[in-house]
């Protein structure tokens, strides 16, 4: 016999106390306690160190890290060799203000594994990766609008910050959604300057892109857009639909790059014009990065006549975060890989034999290394379809995740394995799954 939902809370408040202190303190200087990816009702778990798959907050309790950092941190953390990586680096100097040899030796092995990366250029974050993608694809083609799927995140600019999360009553009709701007503050203009393509549609995408054409710079793809069910025949028809109307592809990796060693363009047969990554390339230090072909990389070329075009950043493509994405993209090999996903698998066949067992709608989906779950019937095909999930009730099994040991993303929509991780902790989630959706329907 479970808890009931409102024993779930006084678990975590009285499992929790030293992270309500700091919550409390840390209120004080900055809005929210922290940043706002952070925060979760009633107070984040402040957290006090990390070794391999496993977490330990300033209360010294353990748990299973499903999180890992926004899905970057895939070796887990306090890898041995992304230590000695970064402490070789740290003794050349933090911050040299010129080349050093470790963004070329990051680009080499990036531009290796990505059959569609001629050229790469670092920056700091994924939000950055985007804005200068859509500003060189912008530039290249001379077309001021971009399209974006519906529900698909690529960071915080105006740009890509429309129809993120629109109300789904406030989007329009299904099949043609409105541009819906997603927080307070965004040029007036932003909105204007977005089509907006529903997720999984092909005859919606066909349409849209045709009669966009002359003025679509690109069509920028999350290729699992947020995460739901990918269909590869939808993926593989967003690259034809954008070659026949001359449209420029970006692919944004900088979650998906963690699915195939060749990113998530490799497992989907695509090869994108530009493609954005973030996360995992920096092995847990602050990055961004986009690339792709020659042609258009090219015009960040200063070594000749002037192209008028410029990428920079005081930070960009600094040593120590280099060297740290080299030292984690080295432990990716094949067979890293095929551990990561094969416990993906897992974890997708223990999750569906759950949901087969209990009367509360669950759906597990899951691609390579991550996962989402949601408690829905509805099918999942696109945005509009998660409406029906019930919050409520994922956040008291988060809650009482929590209280069993094992981290994951709040609200339980963007979950990663690491590589540390064994059969153990894939069927330990699963089983602690059934005990929190108990408790949490009581
Ligand atoms: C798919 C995707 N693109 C872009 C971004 C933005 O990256 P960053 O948070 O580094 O700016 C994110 C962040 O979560 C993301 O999930």
């Known amino acids: 016999m479970g808890q009931s939902a409102t024993a779930i809370e006084t678990t975590y408040a009285s499992e929790t106390q030293g992270s309500r202190e700091q919550f409390e303190r840390d209120r004080k200087s900055m809005p929210g306690g922290a940043k706002g990816a952070y925060y979760y009702a009633p107070y984040p778990i402040t957290m006090q160190r990390g070794e391999g798959c496993y977490l330990y907050d300033i209360d010294e309790r353990r748990r299973v890290d499903f999180a890992n950092h926004h899905t970057g941190q895939i070796l887990g953390h306090n890898n041995a060799a992304v230590h000695a990586a970064v402490e070789a680096q740290l003794t050349r100097g933090i911050a040299l203000g010129a080349p050093t040899g470790a963004e070329g030796a990051l680009a080499e092995e990036m531009c290796r594994r990505v059959a569609s990366l001629e050229k790469v250029r670092f ?173 258009i990389m090219n015009l ?66 899951v691609l390579g290394s991550l996962f989402s779950v949601y408690f829905t019937d509805e099918p999942l095909v696109d945005y509009r379809s998660l409406a029906g999930n019930n919050g409520a009730m994922a956040h008291r099994v988060f809650l009482s995740l929590l209280n069993q040991g094992y981290f994951l993303s709040q609200g339980l929509s963007m979950n990663a394995l690491s590589l540390p991780m064994e059969n153990e902790h894939i069927d330990g989630l699963v089983q602690a799954f059934e005990r929190a959706v108990e408790e949490s329907s009581q």
Do not use: W
């Not at 095929?338 to 597990?364: K, V």
């Open 300 to 365: 960040f070329d200063s070594s000749g006549e002037p192209t008028g075009f410029f990428q920079s950043g005081t930070f960009s493509a600094h040593a120590v975060v280099m060297a740290a994405g080299l030292a984690t993209l080295q432990q990716l090999t094949p067979s890293a890989f095929e551990h990561m996903n094969g416990l993906g698998e897992r974890l997708r066949a223990g999750l569906e034999d759950l949901s087969a067992r209990i009367s509360t709608p669950l759906q597990a989906v």
């Open 123 to 295: 920056c700091n974050s994924g939000t950055e990766a985007s804005l200068h993608a859509i500003r060189l694809a912008r530039g290249f083609s001379g077309r001021p609008k971009i399209a974006k799927l519906e529900g698909g995140y690529h960071g915080s600019h105006d740009l890509v910050e429309v129809s993120v999360a629109p109300p789904v009553d406030k989007a329009g009709p299904a099949e043609e959604p409105y541009s819906v701007p997603t927080a307070g503050g965004m040029s007036p203009n932003a909105a204007s300057e977005v089509i907006v393509l529903p997720f999984n549609n092909e005859e919606a995408l066909e349409r849209l892109v045709r009669r966009h054409r002359d003025e679509l710079a690109c069509v920028i793809l999350d290729p699992k857009t947020g995460i739901l069910p990918v269909r590869k025949e939808y993926i593989q028809a967003v690259r034809r639909v954008t070659e026949e109307n001359d449209v420029l592809l970006v692919l944004d990796e900088v979650v998906a790059f963690r699915v195939a060693r060749g990113g998530a363009q490799e497992h989907y047969g695509i090869s994108p014009d530009l493609t954005t990554f973030g996360k995992l390339v920096g092995g847990g230090f602050p990055v961004g990065a986009f690339g792709g072909r020659a042609d």
